[in-house]
Nanobody
Framework: QVQLVESGGGLVQAGGSLRLSCVAA????????MGWFRQSPGKEREFVAS????????YVEDSVKGRFTISRDNAKNTGNLQMNSLKPEDTAVYYC???????????????WGQGTQVTVSS
């Protein structure tokens, strides 16, 4: 079983930056793809970014492209989401996930963290 724990969320002004981290415990996630999703009140959970098991391939949703960067450090069993030039519409609970395939669909991810709140003020 894999437990994922996110950290790094908080309150930031528009234009600011945050770095989210996701640490895995229980077993290694080195062979899993990792993804970040977000959900704001009244909306469905949406894809943000994903990275292959070895970091060779990444996908970023269009609305955050050029602002968000996904990375991972398999030696530390950790994934990261660097978020720059934040906008109020980025406000949401951000979740990290791990799964067997690189995907933008939440259905393809087996393990999920509890989420971390990101709030961007205007």
């Amino acid at each position: 079983q894999v437990q994922l724990v996110e950290s790094g969320g908080g309150l930031v002004q528009a234009g600011g930056s945050l770095r989210l981290s996701c640490v895995a415990a229980g077993r290694t996630i080195n062979w899993y793809a990792m993804g970040w999703f977000r959900q704001s009140p009244g909306k469905e959970r949406e894809f943000v970014a994903s990275i292959s098991w070895n970091g060779a391939s990444t996908y970023v949703e269009d609305s955050v492209k050029g602002r968000f960067t996904i990375s991972r450090d398999n030696a530390k069993n950790t994934g990261n989401l660097q978020m720059n030039s934040l906008k109020p519409e980025d406000t949401a609970v951000y979740y990290c996930a791990a799964g067997p395939v690189l995907s933008s669909s939440s259905r393809d991810y087996s393990y999920w963290g509890q989420g971390t709140q990101v709030t961007v003020s205007s």
